[in-house]
């Protein structure tokens, strides 16, 4: 019988990546023998928080830096740190968490390891938030963040190549007061979280909103950049990201949680041609719009379009109708044909309260290869069966489509979609997986057409329902689904919590018969009813 042991070092180390075995089951079999040494231990010890691997000092030369920094601290030697040596090598992914400990940070700094800590990290992660009380005034924040950043220095010295910086909550930190040694040519991504603001912002933000702007203009390898800043918008921030000449992925949220759409400080972004030169994926989340997006498109080379793969807007505050036509419109003239393949419009706030049009669309159809296509929660929408057809028949490729109503306004506006609509996404989109959108089930089409038995889907095709909308006989419209989407159609009934439940004591008779026969669609379909969460 084949054992755990006669297994091929190929094998055990694919076995021992770390998107299938826990950190516990790691260090099990790094233990269990040589063999499985070799395969775990490199993996176990590639992500580590800095507290657990400063663990490894002596137990006497640590307990010694914990006592009162009166005390006088003998220096850690070449011996205390060679078992950190030994195993620093295998850290790529290094999570520095909170190190309250004064004294520790000091016998560090004065004594920082022989050689370099940490030759391979690839990844920095900082989480490691001041106190409060370093924010009192500003003596005490510089000599607090003058002090961690010696410390930092014997740990992560700045010849060390990082090619990815997480910071969270640690904004002021860095930019302000430099407490990371950084090798800002080294760096292909860098996300910053700055999502708890304070009193201290008022004063220093602006300076480290500064500060960051000059600190960019040494990333000049930054591919990708994930900003959430508490700041407005300020055209300086944008036009400095502009310049960035490897930039390929920006995911940018201005201001706090729930902020309306803002003017910019002193002047729009002025960008110069062939501006955002490497731009493949763009999310504007909060407090920007659909004008920010076109901006940025529209300033793309004259020689070439911009290969955009992804576009995810996000806005707080409702554009109007013209805007996302705008947006389109100048997508189709400035954006290749052949990279779209994500476009997302949606606003967590407010609903949009206009209905979605054919030109809020048509643009989008001469990119061929979209394969997911998000536009809600909508006030209305106006597209027709033919309009769908035209659609399906553009994006072969399509595997996601949601486009969905308000739930409040849904049962009151006029259904132009049928089943129709969904039997042209079945028949020209192969790949659909999942079909969002608000249809009528009054009439059954004629159906000709045959799907060869060679061409039959492998996967379900989600339908959630998300509004009681009518519907005629629920056995007729599940054979006729079934039909369609070869067997695999799954009618899923989600009503949103805030919609009326067809099956409470003031539902209309008309709601009640509806539900009943959707539900036998859902049964036959073999989906699912989503139970809105109690409060």
């Known amino acids: 019988m084949l054992s755990l042991l006669d297994l091929s070092t190929q094998i055990r180390t694919l076995i021992c990546r770390e998107d299938v075995l826990h950190r516990r089951d790691l260090a099990r079999l790094s233990r269990s023998c040589k063999a499985w040494h070799e395969a775990a231990n490199p993996v176990l010890w590639s992500y580590i928080r800095l507290t657990n691997l400063l663990r490894l000092l002596p137990e006497g030369a640590f307990s010694r830096a914990r006592t009162s920094s009166s005390v006088a601290l003998d220096a850690l030697s070449a011996e205390h740190w060679a078992p950190l040596?030994?195993?620093?090598?295998?850290?790529?992914?290094?999570?520095?968490?909170?190190?309250?400990?004064?004294?520790?940070?000091?016998?560090?700094?004065?004594?920082?390891?022989?050689?370099?800590?940490?030759?391979?990290?690839?990844?920095?992660?900082?989480?490691?938030?001041?106190?409060?009380?370093?924010?009192v005034n500003e003596r005490s924040a510089r000599e607090f963040y003058r002090e961690r950043c010696m410390f930092l220095e014997a740990i992560i010295p700045p010849h060390v190549s990082i090619s990815t910086l997480d910071l969270e909550n640690v904004f002021l930190d860095v930019f302000v007061y430099r407490s990371i040694p950084l090798n800002g040519n080294s760096l292909t991504r860098l996300r910053v979280d700055e999502t708890v603001g304070s009193t201290f912002y008022d004063a220093y933000g602006p300076i480290g909103l500064r500060a960051f702007i000059r600190a960019l203009s040494d990333m000049r390898h930054l591919l990708e950049v994930v900003l959430r800043l508490p700041f407005d918008r300020d055209p300086m921030l944008l036009e400095a990201l502009s310049r960035l000449p490897a930039l390929e992925s920006l995911d940018l949220r201005l201001g706090c949680a729930v902020v309306r759409r803002g003017h910019w400080t002193r002047h729009a972004p002025a960008y110069s041609e062939g501006a955002f030169p490497a731009l493949r994926r763009l999310y504007l989340?909060?407090?920007?719009?659909?004008?920010?997006?076109?901006?940025?498109?529209?300033?793309?080379?004259?020689?070439?379009?911009?290969?955009?793969?992804?576009?995810?807007?996000?806005?707080?505050?409702?554009?109007?109708?013209?805007?996302l036509t705008t947006l389109t419109e100048v997508m189709r003239k400035h954006c290749s044909y052949e990279h779209l393949e994500e476009f997302t419009v949606d606003d967590f706030f407010v609903s949009f309260d206009w209905p979605l049009l054919s030109q809020h669309i048509a643009p989008l159809t001469a990119f061929s290869r979209l394969t997911k296509?998000?536009?809600?929660?909508?006030?209305?929408?106006?597209?027709?069966?033919?309009?769908?057809?035209?659609?399906?028949?553009?994006?072969?490729?399509?595997?996601?489509?949601?486009?969905?109503?308000?739930?409040?306004?849904?049962?009151?506006?006029?259904?132009?979609?049928?089943?129709?609509?969904?039997?042209?996404?079945?028949?020209?989109?192969?790949?659909?997986?999942?079909?969002?959108?608000?249809?009528?089930?009054?009439?059954?089409?004629y159906r000709t057409t045959l799907v060869d038995a060679g061409d039959r889907r492998a996967d379900p095709v989600?339908?959630?329902?998300?509004?009681?909308?009518?519907?005629?006989?629920?056995?007729?419209?599940?054979?006729?689904?079934?039909?369609?989407?070869?067997?695999?159609?799954?009618?899923?009934?989600?009503?949103?919590?805030d919609f009326e439940d067809p099956r409470s004591e003031g539902a209309t008779e008309e709601f009640r018969r509806r539900d009943d026969e959707w539900e036998e669609v859902r049964s036959l379909t073999l989906g699912c009813r989503e139970e809105p969460s109690l409060p």
């Open 462 to 497: 989600e339908i959630p329902l998300q509004a009681c909308v009518n519907i005629t006989n629920g056995r007729d419209v599940a054979e006729f689904l079934v039909d369609v989407f070869d067997g695999m159609a799954r009618v899923n009934l989600a009503y949103p919590e």
């Open 285 to 323: 989340n909060n407090g920007l719009s659909f004008v920010d997006a076109i901006d940025i498109i529209q300033c793309a080379p004259v020689t070439r379009r911009r290969p955009l793969q992804t576009l995810k807007v996000v806005c707080a505050d409702a554009d109007p109708s013209s805007a």
């Open 373 to 445: 296509l998000y536009i809600c929660p909508l006030g209305g929408t106006e597209l027709t069966d033919d309009d769908c057809l035209q659609m399906a028949r553009a994006w072969p490729n399509l595997r996601e489509l949601d486009i969905f109503m308000n739930c409040e306004i849904c049962p009151k506006e006029g259904i132009a979609c049928t089943l129709a609509s969904l039997a042209a996404f079945a028949e020209h989109c192969p790949q659909i997986r999942h079909i969002n959108m608000n249809f009528t089930a009054t009439n059954i089409p």
């Open 85 to 135: 040596l030994k195993l620093s090598p295998l850290v790529k992914r290094l999570r520095f968490n909170k190190l309250s400990d004064d004294s520790v940070r000091s016998l560090i700094a004065d004594s920082p390891p022989p050689t370099t800590l940490f030759p391979n990290l690839i990844t920095l992660e900082f989480r490691d938030a001041p106190p409060k009380y370093v924010y």
